[in-house]
């Protein structure tokens, strides 16, 4: 019994893959150690295309374990294996902390989960968004109103005086 134990202990630490299964498919994908969550969502995403039951994408992978707070892993997070009973799976946003722990767990879930995506493209937009003639216009309109307020405020002070006198309120 012992010798069994210490076999698959050494089986467990031999291997140099992750894997990531999904509950609803029964579908398990293996990656190489030190995979980034990034890359294994992607490879997820586009297995899944193919699948009937893949209406929604998969958004983070997370490391569920009965009885424990999950563990969610970030885009840019190594998959690591925790251990025995420790299981990697996909999850979508919709996905809920229903695996019999208390209400507060709930909390740990953030409300908003980015998608894994290559972002060259998004940032290129981004920069040509903002020099539209809309921006460069709002940008015109500011200076415009602020040199129209300071004209405003140097006539006040230049005439501050004479108002004062004016209503002999000079000292």
């Known amino acids: ?10 089986n467990q630490k031999s291997h140099s893959f992750v ?15 030190g995979t980034e969550a990034k890359f294994a969502l992607k490879f997820i995403n586009a297995s899944r295309i193919d699948s009937i039951v893949a209406n929604t994408p998969v958004t983070y992978i997370e490391a569920v374990k009965d009885g424990e707070v999950p563990v969610i892993f970030g885009p840019n997070s190594i998959l690591v294996n ?29 409300a908003y989960v980015p ?23 709002k940008i015109l309109l500011v200076f ?12 006040f002070l230049d005439n501050l005086p004479q108002l004062l006198s004016r209503y002999g309120l000079d000292h």
């Open 1 to 10: 019994m012992a010798e069994q134990k210490e076999e698959t202990k050494v």
């Open 19 to 33: 894997e990531v299964i999904c509950k609803s498919t029964g579908k398990t994908w293996r990656f190489a150690a």
């Open 144 to 155: 415009i109103l602020m040199f129209l307020i300071g004209a405003v405020f140097t006539l």
């Open 82 to 110: 925790y251990g025995e009973g420790w299981k990697l799976q996909p999850a979508t946003e919709t996905t809920s902390f229903s695996r019999g722990m208390p209400d507060d767990y709930a909390a740990v879930r953030p």
């Open 115 to 137: 998608q894994a995506s290559d972002n060259s493209h998004s940032e290129r937009r981004k920069s040509q968004a903002a020099l539209s003639p809309i921006y460069i216009g």
